[in-house]
């Protein structure tokens, strides 16, 4: 454990992240769920502040939860019934998932705990937005430009998906 | 100072989170849900490794925005989806929708 006010900050930012995320996947109200995943979201977007990232800590909160998880309450809306809670939210695959999770989860942090990074403790440039605004529009002007065709794309596939025949 | 470790068991226990969620949820809209914690983790490694390795540049949180931009195009087909399965079948349980199986 560390002591200090960043470590606070982190340990009740990842707090916050993985217990909501434990109800996002357990609660029995979907809509519930729903919710929690706005909290979850708002969380990490905290991280990225702590991480010196403004620029995606917006980002995360316009695209995330101002877009995503209203789309995703809009399809549980529209399909209505099926939210309630009697009906049963996860199958018969719960113990053999947590043996297989919990296992992942020991292996990914073993791998994590012998493996030495090669750190770099250069002093970050102050401003995140400027920096990531230069780079997308010169080193990364392409993957910037192949990026709107995709999101163009995704729109037309959406509205042909779903419109009624 | 809370290190680069820090960062990714979070993002490991996140990620683990959304992988158990994938395998237990009945309804399509919960298993999209859970998908996007998964995105979530993925970014936080993705941050936690510009600024903890090459903190001048800003490539990871880059590569970020694209995974951002990649979930929202795969939320907005996945939902569409979703909602012509519903119109179709009357349901949105995965292990009811079992015309692609033998």
Known sequence: ???????TIFYILAAMIIGSAVMVVSMK????SALFLVLCF??????????????????QILIYVGAITILMIFAIMLTHKLYSAKIKQSNEQVVPGLIIVGAL??????????????????????QSTVGIGKLLL??????FEVVSVVLLTALIGAVIIARRE | MVGLNHYLTLSAILFCVGIFGVL???NAIGILMSIELMFNAVNIN????????????????????????VAAAEATVGLAIVLLIYRNYKGINVDQINIMKW
């Open chain 1, 1 to 7: 454990m560390l002591t200090g006010v960043p470590a």
């Open chain 1, 29 to 32: 109200n979907i809509f519930h």
């Open chain 1, 42 to 59: 708002f969380s990490v977007a905290g991280i990225y502040i702590l991480l010196g990232a403004e620029f995606l800590a917006a980002v």
């Open chain 1, 105 to 126: 989860l020991i292996a990914t942090l073993f791998a994590l705990g012998n493996t030495a990074w090669k750190l770099s403790f250069e002093t970050p440039e102050a």
């Open chain 1, 138 to 143: 010169t080193e990364y002007v392409l993957p």
């Open chain 2, 24 to 26: 237990t949820r009945r």
């Open chain 2, 46 to 69: 993705f941050v936690a490794f510009s600024k903890f390795v090459t903190p001048t540049g800003f490539a990871g949180q880059i590569f970020a925005i694209f995974v951002i931009t």
